[in-house]
C-alpha cells in the first residue's frame, strides 16, 4: 500500500503562485513507476494536469498549464512537487496526487494511477 497526502493549497490572486507538495509513504521504495497531479472543479470530471516518471525523469503537462506550472520530484524524499505560477481563476479546483504501480505507458487518466491522496483546494480569485 502506498499513502499519499497533499498540502500546500489555498487562496491566492490571480496572477500568484502556490506549491503543492505531495508526500509518499509505505511500499514505495521501487514500485511506483509515475507520480501525478490531477484537478476537479465543481460539476466537472477529474482531469490530468501533470506527470513525473520516476526512472526517466519525463515530465508532461496538460496544454492548459504548460509554461506555467512545473512538477518535480525528490525521490529520496518520497515527495513530488507541483509548482503552479501566473495562476488564473480557471485554475480553481481541488488538486489530487496520484501514484502509478501498475505498469503501462499512459499516465494521463485517472484509470492509470493505483492510488491518490485526499486533495487539497486551490482557489484562485481575479
Known amino acids: 500500500q502506498v499513502q499519499l497526502v497533499e498540502s500546500g493549497g489555498g487562496l491566492v490572486q490571480a496572477g500568484g503562485s502556490l506549491r503543492l507538495s505531495c508526500a509518499a509513504s509505505g511500499r514505495t521504495s521501487s514500485s511506483i513507476y509515475a507520480m501525478g497531479w490531477f484537478r476537479q472543479a465543481p460539476g466537472n470530471e477529474r482531469e490530468f494536469v501533470a506527470a513525473?516518471?520516476?526512472?526517466?525523469?519525463?515530465?508532461y503537462y496538460v496544454d492548459s498549464v504548460k509554461g506555467r506550472f512545473t512538477i518535480s520530484s525528490d525521490n529520496a524524499q518520497n515527495t513530488v512537487y507541483l509548482q503552479m505560477d501566473s495562476l488564473k481563476p480557471e485554475d480553481t479546483a481541488a488538486y489530487y496526487c496520484?501514484?502509478?504501480?501498475?505498469?503501462?505507458?499512459?499516465?494521463?487518466?485517472?484509470?492509470?494511477?493505483?492510488?491518490w491522496g485526499q486533495g487539497t483546494q486551490v482557489t484562485v480569485s481575479s
Open positions: 496520484a501514484a502509478k504501480e501498475t505498469w503501462g505507458p499512459s499516465h494521463h487518466t485517472t484509470q492509470d494511477y493505483d492510488y
Open positions: 513525473i516518471w520516476r526512472g526517466s525523469g519525463y515530465t
